[in-house]
């Protein structure tokens, strides 16, 4: 079976070590974290992981199948990429010199749709919100520049159908 991206949708009770026990399960499995996420949830409560992994479907769903078996989640769902919409963020920290002595840095900022977030002395901080090719080439464009620093985001991800979880937890949290 071939390998292809998926986002993991954890809800969990927000507990203290079970990051780490989920991580576990991708550990003993061999198989890398591209990107994770935590936040709360829409659901008061209830937080919600997202994991993104390079692998088969039948990978997928066992590790789905062992996150569910840790008390505090409550549910676990596995998605392709046609079947969520989603985003990253990225930070390029750039000498400030750049912005003013490389025309081609300000056509970057332009053409990529990113923000100039702050200007110093030294340094200027760019933020670009995009899918993960996206801020790939960006940074490919700015890498000759010289990058000083370098951080992005896990995935942020919603489903495009319905999530069931959402009902369930509503209705069981407004119970309580």
Known sequence: MEKQWFTISVYSENNVGLLNRISGIFLKRHINIESLNVS?????????????????KDWTKKIVGQIEKQIEVIKAYYHTVDEIIYQESALFKIESHLLFDERQIQNIIKESNSQIVTVSRDFFVLAK????????????????????????????????????????????????
């Open 40 to 56: 709360k949830s829409e659901i008061e409560h209830v937080s919600k992981f997202t994991i993104v992994v390079n692998t088969t």
């Open 129 to 176: 919100t995009g899918r993960r090719h996206e801020i790939d080439e960006m940074h490919d464009a700015l890498e000759p520049y010289g990058i000083m620093q370098f951080v992005r985001s896990g995935r942020l991800a919603v489903t495009k159908e319905e999530m069931p979880i959402s009902k369930i937890l509503n209705e069981s949290y407004q119970e309580k």
